[in-house]
Every structure is written in structure tokens, then in C-alpha cells.
């Protein structure tokens, strides 16, 4: 990947979109919330969004209440490498999941991600990017993405943990750009499981998580016209709150995640989320360990896509025994790759 440097100037919209920002911690008016929602159902929140990302955005909706897309997130740090997963899948069930899962989290991996995604859009796969974006005054890793951040001092400009933020996402912000060019559309995750407290961003609360991710929106999609993005929201399972809702015309799915030791259907937790979000969005199972069993879903339990979590979470036999997977990746309501429509391939 070519880089080009990234001169860190914000345009006044993003500095203003900062000062916002601050108003949304806990004790301010949220008028926000209060606007009348500009996006409808089957809209992709960012009027301007590319060819790409309105092509899959289409076909995820017609999709929606009939399939469920399979996914599989990847990882790189076993010997096996990064096509371990899809390796166990393939042979173990003749298929390969429609939605790959990767992420940016650490940068000696970041352009080799980028490379695997493009590769896996040219063959007819959907991109899926999330972030264990490592608290930004320490260091990159699972780990340090556990650590604390002060988010106060991050939304005030000025400040030295606003700036080391600013620049961070200034460097994703390069990466997805990459994709944008290769007219790679991406479900774009970030900010995952914000309702929980063991990653950063949710430490501080929901007014913290919505400033963070506004801030983020504008500066991606209107600073940085990253067009390609369709914007995921994913809630932590153990606490799907309203009130971390950053509103609809900041996201174009919704999702929530849990670890459990079954294949059932995960129906109340489904049911959460469309209490919040209702009928304008569709909804993900963002993260699973055991895969949904295709049979128990429906009306109750609509999951628009899973994400089987790499590892023992796909390859263990307590989560999903090579019969399953075999079983579910075979069965009518679940699509994979080979099933995708070839108008969304590179």
C-alpha cells in the first residue's frame, strides 16, 4: 500500500462537530437525539454514499427477514495463519462464509488486512472491519484496548489525548480510503460492544459512546468521504440500553452479541434491539461463539448476518461440531458465498 501523509488540518465542521461533542457528556441537553430523523428505511445514512455501498446495502435489505448471511471473523496469530478459518470451514462443509470479519488491531497487520479484504471482495465476498483500537495514549493491542482513556480530555480539543485520537483515526481513516478506491464497500464496526466496560470507549458511559461515535461518523464520512462505509452499531448482549443509541441517521445496521453455550436463537436479545431501532435498520448478530441453529430462527429472531469469532470459538466442538457446521452452512436459510450475487464482486 502507497501511503500518503496525512496532514493532520480538520475543517471547521469537525472542530464544531468536537465542541458537540462535549455536549453530549452526562448533564448536557442532547438535542441530537431530539432532530428529526433525515434517513428512512432502506437509506443508507450517508446521502452521498458510493455505487458499492448502496448496491450491498439493497441486497442486505432483501435479504433481511428471509436469510441470514453466514460470517467468520479471522485472525493471523496462530500458525495456521489468516486463511485458517476459512481453510476448517471449506473443508469441513464444502462452503465459505459471505461476510469475512477483520481487524485493525495492530498496525504491523493493517495493510496486510487490506490486502486480504480486497482479495476477498474480488472474489465475491462482503468486508467486514472492526477496531480493538488500543487506548490511544498507551499503545495499540487486545489488550491496551482494555485500558483506560480519558474520553473527556479526548473531546476537547486541544488537548494531548485529543490529538493522539485524532491522529489515530487520521491513520484508519488512510486504510479505508485504500478500500474506498478499490470500490471496496465495508460493514464498518467500530466501537464494538460500547455498552460494556472492558474496552475503553464504553468506560465512560453512553453520552461518551455517542460523542465518540458522532465524532467519528463526521469525520470519516464528511471530512474524509469515506463512501464505502455502511455503519454497524453492536451493542454488548448483557446490556442492550436505549440509551447509548447514537440515532438513526448515524447508523445503517444495528446488532448486539453474546457468548453462549447453545445454538438457540438468542430471540431476546434480538428482541432488544428492535425495541430500540424497530423496523429502520436491520439487525446483526455481530459476534457468536455457537452458530444460531438455521431451523429455530424467524420473526422472533431475524438475524440479518452472524459472526462466528475465530479460534476455538469456530473449531472447538463445544461450540460448533464439525456436523453442525456442516448441517447449518448447507441449510436454505443460511446464504454463503457461493450464493452471493455477482453484481457485488470487485
Known amino acids: 500500500m502507497t501511503k500518503r501523509k496525512q496532514t493532520m488540518v480538520w475543517s471547521r465542521r469537525e472542530t464544531l ?3 458537540a461533542a462535549l455536549a453530549l457528556l452526562p448533564g448536557a441537553a442532547n438535542a441530537a437525539d431530539m432532530a428529526k430523523p433525515r434517513t428512512r428505511r432502506g437509506q443508507l445514512s450517508n446521502r452521498a454514499a458510493s455505487k458499492e455501498a448502496r448496491t450491498l446495502y439493497a441486497y442486505l435489505w432483501s435479504q433481511y427477514g428471509n436469510h441470514t ?10 500458525p495456521g495463519g489468516a486463511r485458517q478459518e476459512l481453510d476448517y470451514i471449506e473443508k469441513t462443509t464444502g462452503k465459505l462464509p459471505a461476510i469475512l470479519g477483520f481487524d485493525y488491531i495492530v498496525p504491523s ?10 482479495a476477498w471482495h474480488k472474489t465475491g465476498g462482503i468486508v467486514a472491519l472492526c477496531w480493538h483500537w488500543g487506548a490511544p ?15 473527556a480530555k479526548a473531546l476537547t480539543p486541544g488537548t ?6 485524532r491522529e489515530q483515526m487520521a491513520h484508519v481513516a488512510d486504510l479505508l480510503t485504500e478500500l474506498r478506491d478499490h470500490q471496496v464497500p465495508v460493514l464498518w464496526r467500530p466501537f464494538h460492544e460500547f455498552s460494556g ?8 458511559g453512553p453520552d461518551a459512546v455517542k460523542a465518540l461515535w458522532r465524532m467519528q461518523y463526521d469525520y470519516f ?5 469515506l463512501n464505502n462505509l455502511i455503519w454497524v452499531l453492536g451493542w454488548a448482549g448483557q446490556n442492550v440500553d436505549p440509551t447509548y443509541y447514537p440515532g438513526r441517521d448515524y447508523i445503517d445496521i444495528a446488532g448486539a452479541d453474546i457468548y453462549v453455550q447453545d445454538h438457540g436463537n438468542l430471540a431476546p436479545m434480538f428482541a432488544q434491539v428492535k425495541a430500540i431501532v424497530g423496523g429502520t435498520v436491520p439487525i446483526c448478530l455481530h459476534e457468536n461463539g455457537p452458530i444460531p441453529d438455521p431451523a429455530t ?9 452472524f459472526m462466528t469469532w475465530h479460534t476455538r470459538w469456530l473449531m472447538d466442538p463445544s461450540q460448533n461440531t464439525a456436523e453442525q457446521l456442516r448441517a447449518y452452512y448447507n441449510s436454505e436459510r443460511y446464504i454463503t458465498r457461493d450464493e452471493l450475487p455477482r453484481s457485488l464482486a470487485g
Open 137 to 151: 495514549d498507551i499503545g495499540t493491542g487486545y489488550e491496551n484496548s482494555k485500558k483506560d482513556f480519558d474520553v
Open 109 to 118: 497487520d493493517q495493510e496486510p488486512v487490506n490486502a486480504r479484504a480486497i
Open 17 to 19: 462537530a468536537g465542541a
Open 297 to 305: 430462527l424467524g420473526p422472533d429472531a431475524d438475524w440479518l448476518w
Open 69 to 78: 448471511l453466514t460470517g467468520q471473523q479471522e485472525q493471523d496469530f496462530t
Open 197 to 204: 466496560t472492558w474496552f475503553w470507549w464504553g468506560k465512560h
Open 221 to 225: 464520512t464528511h471530512t474524509r468521504g
Open 160 to 165: 494531548r489525548q485529543n490529538q493522539l485520537m
